[in-house]
């Protein structure tokens, strides 16, 4: 394919018109006339030789090719914006702009609140856009990264991609205060014979997988896409899980829980902002991290 014989502006037809399924509808999305958006479909079609939108009745539905590209082509169209967006110079007093970032309500709750309030001081024009870290995150991280400002995860879990430290933290476990068979200790008995509470996909996490290599596997009796709901679940019950030490004593007051350290030298957690290599050099990005370490660095060690 020689992307030098291509029509770039495709790429915003293309989405308007699989996302919108109609023609004129996709027109007036882009600025574009009916007949103007028609001869773009008919290139598209051409060129992948399907018809990407079928007349069902009295309106279109994708083809299977179309259904593959929708997804496809905003992570496409996100990347090109991104690419001809880069700056040589950023001055965050002047500037106005939205950087999108995908993180855990663990890492807005910790972390994001902070930051935002220190670029509502610095850079009233800019705009942050939290989103949650989608479950595919292992699998898909560059295209995922590709397509926004960056993440916030510890390490650990992805690798191979540039990163900003940020600040430490470390884990403990929640049980409830009225536990019947818990005291002020947990034993790897308790951990093997209690119910779980877990955190989505609790094996991508390093310290879930060091359980593992400790002969313990978590009896997940809930599983939840929400650290801050781990507390509530918790509480009243005989569950246990496994959570953010910052978490925890930030949620405490909140749920009627307790915390209780490891029984055992669980894994540290380092946070860290991860990023596409695209974004390396973009004066507005180079803002972002150097802002994000900064925050990070006046946060509170924790014991």
Do not use: C
Request: negative net charge.
């Amino acid at each position: 394919m020689n992307l030098a014989r291509l029509d770039l502006n495709l790429v915003v037809a293309l989405r308007a018109l699989l996302e919108e399924r109609n023609v004129t509808r996709a027109g007036q999305r882009v600025g574009l006339s009916q007949p103007a958006m028609s001869a773009a479909l008919s290139r598209l079609r051409r060129h992948f030789d399907d018809d990407l939108l079928a007349r069902v009745g009295g309106h279109y539905e994708l083809t299977a090719l179309g259904q593959v590209l929708l997804d496809r082509t905003a992570t496409a169209y996100d990347v090109l914006e991104r690419l001809f967006t880069s700056q040589a110079d950023f001055d965050p007093a002047k500037e106005t702009r939205e950087f999108r970032l995908m993180a855990s309500d663990y890492a807005v709750a910790i972390f994001g609140a902070e930051l935002a309030r220190v670029i509502h001081e610095e850079a009233p024009g800019i705009r942050l856009r939290f989103s949650q870290t989608p479950t595919t995150v292992v699998e898909d991280t560059a295209t995922l990264l590709s397509a926004s400002d960056g993440l916030f995860m510890p390490h650990g879990v992805i690798s191979d991609f540039p990163a900003t430290d940020l600040y430490d933290d470390h884990w403990v476990f929640l049980v409830a205060q009225d536990h019947p068979s818990v005291d002020d200790r947990l034993t790897r008995k308790d951990l093997a014979r209690l119910p779980w509470v877990t955190y989505q996909r609790t094996y991508d996490a390093p310290a879930v997988r060091q359980l593992g290599m400790l002969g313990i596997e978590p009896r997940v009796e809930v599983s939840v896409d929400s650290f801050q709901s781990l507390p509530l679940l918790v509480a009243g019950t005989r569950r246990i899980a496994l959570i953010q030490a910052r978490m925890a004593r930030m949620m405490e007051p909140i749920a009627a829980v307790r915390v209780v350290e490891p029984p055992y030298e669980a894994v540290p957690l380092r946070e860290a902002l991860w990023w596409h290599p695209v974004h390396t050099h973009d004066a507005a990005h180079i803002w972002l991290r150097e802002t994000a370490a900064r925050v990070g660095a006046r946060l509170a060690p924790q014991d």
